[in-house]
């Protein structure tokens, strides 16, 4: 048991099996080394690491405070779009993630009735949009199409049509900047926040208007702690959010490397990249049998490569992990 949580264990396992998928990341040994017996009522050691960790979320995430809850980034949406959203709603199609929120809005609206109208735009017409609205429900990191919806055109957005912003940060939550052009955001634990599965997160700094009848679904669920909260992933983040620029770090030599070693064949110009993931017109293949690709829900992309394999390096890495893929032909 000792030797399956030592540093030179953990980072045999990261050796074993490369991973070029959209997360969890790459194993971090602090992730494996934090976890200790623990309760949500009660314990206070786990109720201080509990606070540290919501409060470095929240100011991630550039918002007033965060709620916890298990699940995946998917729940922490439903709640995000459950509690927040009325009125009328513009979302912005980016892709499979964006038209998942249309699909979870369109069912809270049939469902609530606090959401009387959503329509849509594609996130490229975003400039040309019109008239007012309520919420913009949008995705910063489009995973499926590995692009960037611009932050900055999203806030202006929102300015122009008076409304707010609520943003599905799954994949930039910890990664790109400007998160606090949002209202709300709605994130998971193991993407770039380089945790383990099982937490969802909601970032806010605003009320939450919406009085939701069904327990799950209820904010304050959530932020009353009413139910078994994701109490050992948020262990497992503390030590990894104090040193979280370090392990970023890996993620831009990462995606350095990848895009050097294959600019013949990017599909989107610098300024649509996302830090997490890029799209190629060619197919890639790894040579190493053990290695796991992203095999995107839907994409128009020939590939996609996440590059948060070598996170556990830190400022480290030197991207050799990209040296085990090669076009494929």
Same mark, same amino acid.
């Given at each position: ?14 050796t ?12 971090v ?49 439903e ?11 513009l ?5 499979y ?16 009735g ?21 919420w913009?429900l ?24 008076? %409304?707010?912003? $609520?943003? +599905?940060?799954? /994949? ?8 606090? !052009? @949002?209202?709300? #955001? ?42 078994t ?11 990894v959010?104090?040193?979280?620029a ?16 294959f ?19 060619? %197919?890639?293949? $790894?040579? +190493?049998?053990? /290695?796991?690709?992203?095999a995107?829900?839907?994409?128009? !992309? @020939?590939?996609? #490569? ?24």
């Open positions: 048991m000792t030797d399956m949580l030592s540093a030179a264990r953990i980072a045999a396992y990261n074993e099996k490369p991973l070029f998928t959209a997360g969890p990341a790459s194993l040994y602090e992730n494996v080394a934090a976890l200790r017996p623990c309760f949500g009522r009660g314990d206070q050691a786990f109720l201080d690491s509990y606070a540290r960790v919501l409060d470095m979320v929240s100011k991630l995430a550039g918002q007033d405070k965060t709620v916890a809850m298990q699940g995946s980034g998917t729940s922490a949406i709640v995000m779009i459950a509690n927040f959203l009325y009125g009328k709603v979302v912005v199609d980016s892709g993630y964006a038209q998942r929120l249309h699909m979870i809005a369109e069912s809270r609206r049939k469902r609530d606090f959401i009387r109208k959503i329509d849509i735009v594609n996130w490229q017409e975003i400039d040309h949009v019109g008239g007012s609205y309520d913009v949008a995705v910063y990191t489009e995973t499926s199409e590995a692009t960037l919806v611009p932050i900055s055109g999203l806030a202006n957005l929102v300015r122009r049509v008076g %409304g707010k912003l $609520a943003l +599905d940060a799954t /994949a930039s939550i910890g990664l790109e900047t400007g998160h606090d !052009a @949002a209202d709300v #955001t709605a994130f998971s634990s193991c993407k770039g926040l380089f945790g383990l599965t099982g937490a969802g997160f909601i970032s806010y700094s605003c009320d939450a208007e919406n009085a939701v009848e069904d327990m799950i679904a209820d904010l304050s669920t959530y932020a009353d702690k009413k139910t909260g994701p109490y050992h992933a948020i262990l497992s983040l503390e030590p959010l104090e040193n979280h370090d392990h970023r770090e890996a993620v831009v030599i990462n995606k350095r490397v990848f895009c050097d070693r600019s013949d064949h990017l599909l989107y110009s610098a300024e649509q990249q996302p830090l997490l993931c890029t799209a190629l017109d060619v %197919g890639i293949r $790894a040579t +190493d049998s053990q /290695a796991v690709l992203y995107p829900r839907q994409t128009r !992309a @020939a590939s996609i #490569t996440c590059h948060i394999g070598e996170v556990h390096l830190g400022a480290r890495a030197e991207g050799k992990i990209v040296d085990l893929l090669e076009v494929a032909t």
